[in-house]
Nanobody, 124 residues
Framework: VQLQASGGGLVQAGGSLRLSCAAS????????MGWFRQAPGKEREFVAA?????????YYADSVKGRFTISRDNAKNTLYLQMNSLKPEDTAVYYC?????????????????WGQGTQVTVSS
């Protein structure tokens, strides 16, 4: 599976961005998917994830809950992250990822495929 993230950019605090992650090579319909982010000098951290089954149950880090929404379109083989009410502390490189499992994980080590990352910068 190859993952290609896009949609990052520079936005003012309070603004919105929508990230996309297009997959090729295999259908995403059998993978749990997620977004992580990594700020300069920090470890990569969990942002959001979505299950394959169970109605696409979603999971969020406390820091983004209520502001970010993860979704997937299996027909388009694409994962999304809608980010609203952005804050300067959301500035990071955002990575999409896929796991060869139906269940999600909050840990980097549990994911099998990673996109190249897209930069999100939020100015104050």
């Amino acid at each position: 599976v190859q993952l290609q993230a896009s949609g990052g950019g520079l936005v003012q605090a309070g603004g919105s961005l929508r990230l996309s992650c297009a997959a090729s090579g295999r259908s995403l319909s059998s993978y749990a998917m997620g977004w992580f982010r990594q700020a300069p000098g920090k470890e990569r951290e969990f942002v959001a994830a979505i299950r394959v089954r169970g109605g696409g149950v979603t999971y969020y880090a406390d820091s983004v809950k209520g502001r970010f929404t993860i979704s997937r379109d299996n027909a388009k083989n694409t994962l999304y992250l809608q980010m609203n009410s952005l804050k300067p502390e959301d500035t990071a490189v955002y990575y999409c990822t896929a796991r060869t499992s139906y269940g999600v994980s909050y840990y980097v080590r549990d994911y099998d495929y990673w996109g190249q990352g897209t930069q999100v910068t939020v100015s104050s």
